[in-house]
């Protein structure tokens, strides 16, 4: 058993040594490679360079400088220095994507202190749960939509400072705190060890994880990932999924650090279009979802059959290809990629036709976001690729669960040695919890997840996840669920998008979308194992959400919850016997 101290963790856990199986390697990384020192590069040598790109509203946007960026980063540090907190303390920021959500991250930092991210889409319990745990000394606010219903998950008396675009409340602003601050003088700078952040997982089961990642794991993670992504001062990002998702901290925030790129954040769901017109990335990163979308949007504009036959005559395909992605805002496109649920291979090959090939990329916020990817140019429909340098990863025998090390690791759990511990291998390598096989090339085929496989009544065991990959396909499906354990076939959970659910009041309407329906699943029961098969789509009328506690803020449906709440009506639907259920709540 190997005893990794863990520095800077605020009282009671202060100096406390975690208790770790022995780890893969430590991150060893160049300390000009750490995101402090990368922060004064660029204030030194790039001052004048305008780096984020912030709407402010009414068409109105603000550009920010390094120079500008860092001078009030420097003004909000000295104000966190002279609030005499321990060194470590954590201070949590609850936003949305901002340039001042990154000017907070950088403040604490230079400060000495642990950020801790929260999702801009939490309960107000929730936010409590993690603000107590982490015992967060004081809370950023900033741009957030439903305020309201979150405030009363601030613990009385948590200091909280209010950057520009968040809600009205009576706590101090940010812009008059840097108005009557000095900036901090110096380089001050923080070890690679240092632990840098705490990140409380989302997590699909029980209350989220506080997973602790020092500035050398991210700095590692971020250069063994530019190894593939190819990221200079000219690439531009739009940041738009949430920062507190290790995706977006390390595509974005690090990116940000390690190239100089320019940054773009979205305004709101309403002008995302032209969001994405406005920074025509030339990386791109997005859920699978989204990916859906745009692809329902083309098809809503030209029907999928002709957009084929243009696409099959190769004097148009190309005209036709750049025309689509020009109006999605992704003609400067260098690098697509997708993740955090897989991208059904389909959705792949569409997009290939298009002329933007899609990366598949998979990690999870335990090792930075950086386990594997596919190659750019060389697409593997159905895998995730092969492993990023200095990542190694293996199979177990036993269980099929996929199990990788590298310097990228956490540190573990926040005050959990010994979630911590069941996490990691005896000799070192963490649990992923999902399952999966390698194909002849030795790429990454995720085919589930470890503690989601069920057996039916028949004795055969189920991997709802491919099948799940083929239901949310159909334009009508938001989100969906493949379950059934102890009966005697699987059967489909599925929840409406929002048009549709819109349409299926009418009766009409939602007879076409039952037909619509059964093909679909027809079309899916054709290409399982008899075993496979689903007895029946039920289709929920009430929409799952962060709030009601069906999803997680990443969007990831809750197969425990869908379980708990529907699970003693699964036999009353089978009974039915009919291809398609309605279940109104």
């Known amino acids: 058993m190997l005893y990794r101290a863990v520095p800077s963790l ?36 790039a001052p004048g360079t305008v780096v984020l790109s912030q709407p402010l509203g009414g068409g109105k946007l603000r550009d920010y400088t390094w120079a500008q960026v860092l001078d009030e980063t420097r003004r909000m540090a000295a104000h966190l220095v002279g609030l005499n907190f321990t060194p470590g303390s954590c201070i949590a920021i609850l936003s949305k994507n901002t340039a001042h959500w990154l000017m907070c991250d950088f403040a604490v930092w230079m400060a000495g202190h642990v950020s801790v991210p929260l999702y801009p889409t939490l309960a107000a319990g929730t936010i409590r749960q993690i603000l107590e745990h982490s015992e967060a000394k004081l809370l950023f606010i900033g741009k957030l939509d439903g305020w309201a219903a979150m405030a009363p998950g601030i613990p009385d008396g948590l200091p909280c400072i209010a950057t520009p675009l968040a809600p ?56 063994s990932a530019m190894r593939r992504v ?3 001062p000219r690439t531009r990002m739009l940041s738009y999924l949430p920062l507190a998702h290790v995706a977006e901290r390390t595509l974005v925030e690090h990116g940000l650090l390690a190239s100089g790129m320019q940054v773009y954040f979205a305004e709101n769901l309403e002008t995302f279009a032209k969001d994405l017109q ?7 990163f997005s859920v699978p979802r989204l990916w859906v979308k745009f692809q329902q949007g083309v098809h809503a504009k030209m029907p999928a059959a002709k957009l084929a036959r243009l696409l099959s005559i190769p004097i148009v395909r190309g005209i036709v290809a750049k025309k689509i992605r020009t109006a999605l805002g992704l003609d400067a496109c260098e690098f697509a ?27 999870m916020t335990e090792n930075c976001g950086v386990s594997h990817a596919t190659l750019p140019g060389v697409q593997r429909p159905g895998t995730v690729g092969q492993p990023y340098d200095g990542v190694q990863s293996r199979i177990d025998p036993a269980t099929g669960e996929i199990q990788m090390k590298s310097p990228g690791l956490m540190l573990g759990y926040y005050k959990e040695p010994a979630v911590t511990a069941d996490a990691m291998t005896a000799d070192g390598w963490l649990r992923t919890g999902d399952k999966g ?6 790429n990454l085929r995720i085919t589930g997840r470890v503690k989601d496989l069920f057996k039916t009544s028949k004795g055969k065991y189920v991997a709802p996840a491919p099948i799940e990959d083929k239901l949310v396909m159909n334009g009508v499906v938001e989100a969906c669920v493949v379950t059934g354990a102890n009966l005697g076939q699987p059967l489909g959970i599925v929840m409406l998008n929002a048009e549709a659910a819109l349409h299926a009041q009418d009766p009409a309407a939602r007879a076409a979308i039952e037909v619509a329906l059964k093909a679909h699943l027809d ?46 009506l699964f036999e009353g639907w089978v009974a039915q016997r009919r291809p398609v259920v309605w279940h109104h709540a």
Not at 168 to 193: C, K, S
């Open 10 to 45: 605020g009282p009671p856990t202060r100096d406390r040594l975690m208790t770790l199986p022995a780890t893969s390697f430590p991150a060893t990384v160049a300390p000009e490679a750490l995101a402090l020192q990368r922060l004064y590069q660029w204030e030194r040598t």
């Open 168 to 223: 009205t409340t009576n706590h101090p602003q940010w812009a008059q705190i840097v108005a009557a601050t000095a900036p901090l003088q110096g380089e001050p700078v923080r070890r690679g060890d240092e632990l840098a952040t705490i990140m409380y997982t989302s997590g699909t089961t029980g209350n989220p994880k506080g997973v602790m990642h020092s500035f050398a794991t991210f700095a590692w993670s971020m250069a």
């Open 523 to 568: 079309s899916i029961n054709a290409r399982l194992d008899p075993h496979e098969q689903l007895d029946c789509l039920v289709v929920i009328d009430q929409p799952w959400t962060v709030d009601n506690g069906f999803i997680t803020p990443t969007f990831k449906v809750k197969r425990n919850r869908i379980e708990e709440v529907y699970g003693s």
């Open 230 to 232: 190819n990221m200079t």
């Open 337 to 363: 990629a997708g993740g955090a649920a897989p991208m059904p291979p389909e959705l792949l090959t569409w997009y290939e036709r298009l002329g933007l090939p899609i990366i598949e990329v998979y990690g």
């Open 437 to 442: 096989a390698l194909d002849a090339e030795g």
């Open 278 to 284: 406005r920074a025509r990335p030339t990386v791109f």
